[in-house]
């Protein structure tokens, strides 16, 4: 019964951490535009308005084929990723928040800083830029749940320290290329990153960051889909090694070993 109850809380999690992922869509597509977040969505080709089974989030977009209900014109993928993508991340949050006994406020704040990563993760991919407004309240947000997590100031001290740290290899890569090979945003959200996880953790998470995009810059060179000048964003590959090393608790010493035992 306890294995019921654990799903079906799961479940929820998914399905209220897709409807925020419908309105972090919207905040993603009107940031910078001037549009305001009210207001009714629409098609992006033929401005039609949804009606209410268009707005259920990943089913409509299953149902409907990928296209617009009215012109047929196909919808981006992002919509239904990035509602995938919040409902799963918020699944972990409630697994993670359950394994580790965190309060509620806690784990609401946990819930707010996946939603701002998904945001930094999507935009960066569009336009290779991560929002200041965005990365300093991640950044504000890991100081807040690191010291909600243990009110100490020492730890936390600890934990800024971390931020630094771990932000030092990507500062050291955007200084020596002059900015052509990472840029500062990253440097920036490496600190929250960093302060989140700690030293050791955050250190293993930019590992984690570099090997994933070492492997995706292997396989895009591959299919000549990129060559050595392409600009790749590399915010997503932060928060990917960010979220592995979060959910696993598994160091790139660890990780590396049992390879090795293997």
Request: aromatic fraction near 14%; glycine fraction near 12%.
């Amino acid at each position: 019964m306890t294995i019921s109850i654990g799903l079906f809380l799961l479940l929820l999690l998914f399905v209220f951490g897709a409807i925020v992922g419908s309105f972090l869509n919207v905040v993603i597509l009107r940031h910078n535009t001037g549009k305001s977040l009210s207001g009714r969505s629409g098609c992006a080709v033929c401005g039609d308005g949804l009606g209410v089974m268009e707005l259920i989030p990943v089913i409509s977009y299953i149902v409907q084929g990928g296209k617009c209900k009215k012109c047929k014109s196909r919808i981006s993928k992002q919509y239904v990723l990035v509602e995938f993508a919040t409902g799963t991340l918020f699944a972990l949050v409630g697994t993670f928040s359950y394994a580790h006994q965190l309060t509620y406020l806690v784990t609401i704040l946990m819930f707010l800083a996946m939603s701002i990563l998904v945001i930094l993760a999507t935009y960066d991919i569009k336009h290779t830029i991560l929002p200041d407004k965005y990365v300093y309240s991640f950044i504000t947000l890991s100081i807040i749940i690191v010291f909600l997590m243990q009110p100490n100031m020492y730890i936390l001290g600890w934990q800024l320290i971390g931020g630094i740290t771990t932000a030092l290899p990507i500062f050291a890569l955007w200084f020596f290329s002059r900015g052509r090979a990472m840029g500062f945003g990253d440097v920036k959200l490496s600190v929250g990153l960093g302060i989140f996880l700690g030293i050791y953790m955050g250190i293993s998470a930019i590992w984690y960051a570099f090997m994933l995009g070492a492997v995706y810059g292997s396989v895009l060179l591959f299919l000549k889909r990129a060559h050595g000048k392409s600009e790749i964003a590399f915010g997503p590959f932060l928060i990917f090694g960010f979220l592995i090393a979060l959910f696993t608790n598994v160091g790139f010493i660890e990780f590396v070993n049992g390879i090795i035992s293997v």
